[in-house]
């Protein structure tokens, strides 16, 4: 769901289980895609990036899908740690260099022990 | 190697006074951006710097802001007569740079963390 105003959507999900976070894009024509991660007091940390020819890229326990019929994009986490938890935003940006990145609001994840 | 490197990383200042926020990228960069943070939001992209040209200024809310970067390198952001509303945590992002259909990732600082009394 959307958020409004401090309340982030939350995720929490239990050590060692797989994690889904979703994110709905709002432009058609972005052609890029990227995730990251950010823990309280810090920078955004690039995670992974997807271009639209593309459905599904694979990182370092990561997975990230897109379906462009649905302007859908959502990140996979396996076996989530303790460290997962943060706060985690999708952007979209334009083919040509991304110089402009729009960001979604942001979806909290707690990793339970 | 060394990242995106901002200060400073807290400011507090009274309203109606000027703040100057500084941005050193990723040694190489040459793309430079600025965006804001409002408490528990997403970022709201303010300013782009990519090489010699123009800077994308498209993104800034009004204009008390502004932004320089010399020598191609090192960046300011300045707020003038600031105002409550410009609390918020300013980040900075740097990438390699343009290239014909080649995304590149932009690395983030910590920010500076602003706040207006």
């Known amino acids: 769901g959307e958020s409004v105003g401090l309340h982030l959507p939350t995720l929490s999900v239990q050590e060692g289980d797989n994690s889904i976070i979703n994110c709905a894009y709002s432009?058609?024509?972005?052609?890029?895609f990227i995730w990251y991660k950010q823990e309280s007091g810090k920078g955004p940390q690039f995670i992974i990036d997807i271009r639209s020819n593309m459905d599904k890229r694979q990182g370092q326990r990561v997975t990230v899908l897109l379906n462009k019929t649905v302007k859908h994009l959502s990140l996979q986490i396996a076996a989530t740690q303790p460290g997962d938890s943060a706060v985690y935003f999708c952007?979209?940006?334009?083919?040509?260099?991304?110089?402009?990145?729009?960001f979604g609001k942001g979806n909290q994840v707690v990793v339970i022990p | 190697g060394a990242g995106v490197s901002q200060s400073p990383s807290n400011k507090v200042t009274e309203k109606g006074k000027d703040v100057e926020l500084r941005c050193d990228p990723i040694s190489g960069h040459t793309a430079l951006y600025w965006y804001r943070q409002s408490l528990g939001q997403g970022l709201e992209f303010l300013i782009y710097?990519?090489?010699?040209?123009?800077?994308?200024k498209s993104g800034l809310p009004s204009d008390r802001f502004s932004a320089e970067r010399t020598g191609g390198s090192v960046s300011t952001l300045t707020i003038q007569r600031t105002q409550q509303e410009d609390s918020a945590v300013y980040l900075c992002?740097?990438?390699?740079?343009?290239?014909?259909?080649?995304?590149?990732?932009?690395?983030f600082g910590d920010g500076t963390r602003l706040s207006i009394l």
């Open positions: 710097f990519q090489g010699n040209s123009a800077p994308d």
């Open positions: 992002a740097s990438s390699p740079g343009q290239n014909s259909y080649s995304n590149q990732p932009q690395h």
């Open positions: 432009n058609s024509a972005s052609d890029y």
């Open positions: 952007a979209e940006g334009d083919a040509y260099g991304n110089n402009r990145l729009a």
